[in-house]
């Protein structure tokens, strides 16, 4: 667990017992990396520690990290204050390259050999970390701070153009496209073939993640939501920012 200010903290499942607490790492973003964990820093730092927090190696930015690390095919990537993207061994700990991007707010993801990268201004880049070139670039045309995430053979990306974008993950040729007709903070979630994806206004949108057909659609409150929806099992939980929190179940 994060805390604003920075302290890393793990409890143990499912009860929920402290097992330790950390108040200097700086952390900015954790990741799982297998029985470990990856985490950015406000220092710039790229740290791989243990789950009991024995720090295995530290890598070093030049300036504090905006997003939490991405882990795929034994590198680990995150993004740093000026838009310099750092790509990071996660078996040494040793640079391999990094690039500088525009400033970006919503954390990168990956699949395929594939490193997709979310532009705050609404670009959204498509990196093959294998070539070290850009595969293909869309125009989101909207700020962009949800992540974008990936199912199958598809990209899954929104702006505050408040339009929901399915992209095919080789190419990016789009493959449908849906107006939510309000903006979108949080990151979308696909379970069991749905993409949930909740809005600033309070909205949520059940689609069908292959063809974007709406299966069902709620208002939860007028306030915003700023965090993705959470499935556990058949149920769907949703929390908005005025402390309402509400439970959807699958028929």
Known sequence: IISRDGSLSALAWPKGTMLWSDPDVGAVGAVAMGENVLVSTQSGSLEHRSVLNELFWKYEAESPATTPPVAHKLQACFVTQEGWVHSV?????????KMQLGP????????????????????????DLEKREVKWSYDLEGALWASPICWGNYVYAVSWSNVMRCLSLKTGDDVWEYDLQAQVTATPIIAAGVLYIVTANGGLFALEAQTGKVLFQDTLTLSEIQASPLVLGDTLIVAALDGTVKAYRSS
């Open 104 to 127: 970006i707010a919503a954390t990168p993801s990956a699949k395929d050999g594939i490193l997709l990268l979310p532009e705050r201004s609404g670009d959204l880049h498509a990196f």
């Open 89 to 97: 061994d996660v078996t040494t700990g040793k640079g391999k390259f």
